[in-house]
């Protein structure tokens, strides 16, 4: 292989080829604004890039997700407020209708009026947030309950699935997010049936059974008491939510910030570097052009 007979020639073609790759690599950086645009950029940051963004894309992904539930969480919680003070209102209703102040008459509307509490509390059971529904468990595509006062009893069984939701902790930790109407309003443990134990008392409100109107009354407290663990249910779960989302906030921020530093440049150091390699590769061609210029003929005489 042929050699130059002036290696100062090689040595000043290697330089100038030096000075334009990273004249080459500044500009693309001010350009895209990103200091990693291919692998050759830096080999050994390109895995941990690409780790770092997979990363990202999980926690933004576990932001929606907990977003979505935190919605059904808040419309659960508020449908169970309400359950909870429509139930404080049989209540009500059953000891004023027990006291013998009443006639048959009048213990029939207050019978009425529970019939009336008892749909609406069939109606919170059939809850929809963003087209499911809440209570149906894992069939969220259908309601929970059929409802109807001239059926016997007026509520149908439960037409659900079990629910097996669950959330994800950024952690990897999973939590239940969801109970069903059939545990919360027909509950099997016995005494705690929410739709039974309104039934019953309005049925010896509208047969004015005062010996069954006072044994209907004995266990509407345990129910509440049920309906209210239910509530709690949630709130802990609205909880739970809100601080996997806030960890998921700071995980992705730390994320992000590390995804930046190692792909972003540092534009205005790119800049210096633009400008510093621009004015070497002129001053070089300036010095090369003033050289003394030589041939093969010079040296044969």
């Known amino acids: 292989m042929m050699r130059s007979i002036d290696g100062s020639a090689d040595r000043f073609l290697g330089s100038l080829r030096v000075i334009n790759a990273r004249l080459e690599r500044a500009e693309r950086r001010v350009a895209s604004g990103k200091r990693l645009t291919t692998a050759s950029d830096d080999p050994d940051a390109v895995a941990r890039l690409l780790q770092t963004r997979t990363d990202v894309s999980r926690m933004e992904q576990t932001q929606t997700n907990l977003g979505r539930l935190k919605t059904e969480a808040d419309g659960a919680e508020s449908a169970l407020q309400t359950a909870v003070k429509l139930f404080d209102r049989v209540r009500t209703l059953g000891m004023t209708g027990a006291s013998g102040i009443h006639t048959a008459l009048t213990r029939k509307g207050i019978a009425d009026e529970i019939g009336s509490i008892m749909e609406r509390l069939a109606g919170l059971a059939n809850t929809q947030v963003d087209g499911r529904f809440i209570f149906s468990g894992d069939s969220d595509q259908g309601a929970a309950f059929d409802f109807d006062l001239a059926q016997n009893p007026p509520w149908s069984a439960y037409l659900g699935a079990p629910a097996t939701r669950e959330a994800m902790h950024p952690t990897g930790v999973t939590f239940p997010v969801a109970m069903t109407a059939g545990e919360i309003l027909t509950s099997a443990q016995p005494g705690l049936d929410v739709f039974q134990a309104a039934e019953n008392l309005r049925q010896a409100l509208l047969a004015n059974d005062e010996a069954g109107m006072k044994a209907a009354l004995e266990p509407l407290a345990g129910v509440s008491a049920h309906l209210n663990s239910a509530l709690t249910f949630y709130g802990n779960v609205q909880s739970q939510l809100e601080e996997a989302?806030?960890?998921?906030?700071?995980?992705?921020?730390?994320?992000?910030?590390?995804?930046?530093?190692?792909?972003?440049?540092?534009?205005?150091?790119?800049?210096?570097?633009?400008?510093?390699?621009?004015?070497?590769?002129?001053?070089?061609?300036?010095?090369?052009?003033?050289?003394?210029?030589?041939?093969?003929?010079?040296?044969?005489?």
């Not at 906030?249 to 150091?269: C, F, M, N, Y």
């Not at 210096?272 to 390699?277: A, D, I």
């Open 245 to 301: 989302t806030d960890t998921t906030a700071k995980l992705k921020t730390r994320l992000t910030t590390e995804k930046a530093q190692l792909e972003d440049a540092d534009i205005a150091e790119e800049i210096v570097e633009l400008q510093r390699m621009k004015f070497n590769q002129q001053a070089a061609l300036e010095v090369r052009s003033k050289l003394p210029q030589t041939s093969l003929f010079d040296y044969l005489g």
